[in-house]
C-alpha cells in the first residue's frame, strides 16, 4: 500500500467522527460538563489546543480533540482535523496563545484538583470564547 492512499484513508476515517454542526459542539460540551471533576482534569490537562467558554460564571476549558468529534469522547484523532472543524463552524480563526489564558487554564486544573502536564496551551480568541457561550445559554 503507497504512503498517499494510507493517509488519505486515515484521513477519511477520522473525519468520519466529527461534530458536523454547532449544536454538536454544544452536545460535547455538554457531555463533557457531566462528566466528574477526576474524569475532566484527566482529559483537560493532557491538552494542548483549548476552546474556553463561560459555564456557572466560571471560564472553562475543553480539549479541541474533545469537543471536535462528534462521540463526546477523548479521541487520539489528528488535533489540526478537530481544529480546522471548529474554526470552520464557529467561523472563528486560531488558535493562538495567550498569557493571560494559560493562567486561567492553571486555575481551572487547580479547581479540578490538579495541574496540566504542559506549558504553553493555545486558545481560541474572544470571538469563540462568546460564540460558544451564547451557543450554550440557548
Not at 1 to 29: G, W
Not at 65 to 83: E, F, L
Not at 89 to 109: F, H, N, Q, T
Request: hydrophobic share 35%; proline share 2%; glycine share 6%.
Amino acid at each position: 500500500m503507497n504512503k498517499q492512499y494510507t493517509l488519505e484513508r486515515e484521513n477519511i476515517r477520522y473525519q468520519k467522527n466529527l461534530a458536523d454542526s454547532r449544536k454538536a459542539l454544544v452536545k460535547n460540551i455538554r457531555a463533557f460538563e457531566k462528566l466528574s471533576k477526576k474524569d475532566r482534569l484527566d482529559i483537560v490537562k493532557r491538552g494542548e489546543y483549548f476552546a474556553v467558554y463561560i459555564w456557572d460564571d466560571a471560564m472553562h476549558f475543553i480539549p479541541a480533540r474533545w469537543i471536535a468529534y462528534g462521540s463526546g469522547t477523548k479521541s487520539n484523532d489528528k488535533t489540526v482535523i478537530a481544529v480546522n472543524r471548529i474554526n470552520k463552524l464557529l467561523g472563528v480563526e486560531g488558535p493562538e496563545a495567550k498569557k493571560s489564558l494559560e493562567k486561567a487554564l492553571d486555575l481551572y486544573c487547580e479547581s479540578l484538583g490538579g495541574e496540566p502536564v504542559r506549558k504553553n496551551h493555545l486558545f481560541w480568541r474572544r470571538d469563540c470564547i462568546t460564540k460558544l457561550t451564547r451557543l450554550l445559554t440557548k
